[in-house]
């Protein structure tokens, strides 16, 4: 099974782009990748999904190079209610430990 | 929008008791998920149905977890003995087919928070 690496925890103000980057150097060639996002005492919730190159829905951005062996999840302008944890998952039923990411005022 | 229901949202029991967990997922959402989540850590998968049927549990500790989903609608996850290290986030989703592997979304609920004294 692919295995995700992610930076543990990452810090933004209010209006800020933040981008997530998750290395999975493994990925197989049928493998999507797939980010959650999860509040405390809640479970995940769907953010998005892509396979190769530039995937945009009304929440986020996802950039997948060439290689597939990594990808960055952009969230344009957060506010405080994104604080969360990103979850990258490149194996569906696989969750690691996620990124924390704490937005201020 | 159709959610993913669990029951209860929190249980207290003292080890060596038994706890049973319940889980509606989305109506004809044939894929149901357990999962548990240690504080701090991502969710862990520990057991699949595709309808009825157990896809895997090879991450479900058997001597004391159990689930069922008898009539592929809605499942029980129960645990006897519980144990003090079984203090966790258990989380139920769904997923339309569960045959599009990768590429299918899962629709979790809100989960049940054990705490095992």
């Known amino acids: 099974l692919a295995k995700t690496t992610q930076p543990i925890s990452m810090d933004s103000y209010e209006g800020q782009e933040v981008n997530i980057t998750c290395s999975h150097n493994?990925?197989?060639?049928?493998?999507?990748i797939t980010w959650y996002q999860q509040f405390p005492s809640q479970g995940p919730r769907f953010i998005i999904q892509?396979?190769?190159t530039k995937v945009t829905n009304e929440v986020a951005s996802l950039f997948i190079p060439a290689d597939r062996k990594s990808s960055t999840l952009s969230l344009p302008r957060v506010s405080l209610s994104d604080t969360a944890v990103y979850y990258c998952?490149?194996?569906?039923?696989?969750f690691g430990k996620g990124t924390m990411l704490l937005v201020s005022p | 929008e159709a959610e993913v229901a669990q029951s209860p949202r929190y249980k207290i029991t003292e080890k060596s008791q038994a706890v049973a967990f319940w889980c509606d997922p989305i109506?004809?959402?044939?894929?149901l998920y357990w999962y548990r989540q240690i504080l701090g850590q991502g969710p862990e998968l520990l057991v699949q149905?595709?309808?009825?049927?157990?896809?895997?549990d090879s991450q479900l500790p058997k001597d004391r977890f159990s689930a069922e989903r008898l009539k592929g609608v809605d499942s029980t996850l129960k645990i006897q003995p519980a144990e003090l290290g079984d203090s966790a986030m258990y989380l139920c989703?769904?997923?339309?087919?569960?045959?599009?592997?990768?590429?299918?979304?899962?629709?979790f609920g809100p989960g049940t928070r054990l705490l095992v004294l």
């Open positions: 989703a769904s997923s339309l087919t569960g045959l599009a592997g990768d590429k299918e979304t899962q629709y």
């Open positions: 493994n990925i197989a060639t049928n493998d999507y």
């Open positions: 892509g396979y190769k």
């Open positions: 998952l490149v194996t569906t039923l696989t």
């Open positions: 109506s004809g959402h044939a894929t």
């Open positions: 149905f595709q309808d009825e049927s157990v896809v895997d």
